[in-house]
């Protein structure tokens, strides 16, 4: 008996699911309307915007042509479906203040430090040069057998 929404007040209309991660998408816009200092970089929410009216429109093709032609009605569906993931991306660099480049080569950092594990120590506070030789010398008389 579980019926999506759609099929009882749009008959004939397939929901795919998708709408509802474009309501999430439109909903962010709104966070970010409501707090603008959650934007980094404001063309790509700009972007973000336009490509959010653009799967709007993909979903309205989606149900009128879904009355008609099965095939552009799922064509529309699986372009709204890759309009999505290109918005996801673009309100992802717009709020870190990041180019596609930079995600990029975070991302591949990442998959390295995943594989590979860290090779080097993190440091929180930077060791002055003198701090650095007292360390070098500790570590030399630990080396030293002891009497």
């Not at 095939?71 to 890759?82: E, K």
């Not at 996801?88 to 930079?102: I, P, Y």
Request: a positive charge; aromatic letters at 10%; one cysteine or more.
């Amino acid at each position: 008996m579980s019926r999506f929404i759609a099929d009882i007040f749009l008959p004939g209309y397939a929901a795919t699911g998708l709408e509802f991660v474009t309501g999430i998408l439109i909903a962010y816009i709104f966070a970010v309307i409501i707090r603008p200092q959650l934007i980094k970089k404001r063309s790509q929410f700009y972007i973000a915007v336009w490509l959010v009216a653009g799967l709007l429109l993909l979903h309205t093709l989606s149900y009128f042509f879904g009355t008609m032609s099965v095939g552009l009605a799922r064509l529309c569906v699986v372009l709204a479906g890759f309009g999505q993931i290109a918005v996801f991306l673009t309100l992802v660099l717009a709020t870190g203040g990041l180019s596609l480049t930079q995600l990029g080569g975070e991302l591949s950092n990442a998959y390295e430090v995943i594989r590979r594990g860290e090779t080097e120590k993190t440091t929180v506070i930077p060791l002055t040069d003198k701090q650095k030789m007292a360390a070098a010398e500790r570590a030399a008389s630990d080396d030293l057998p002891k009497v």
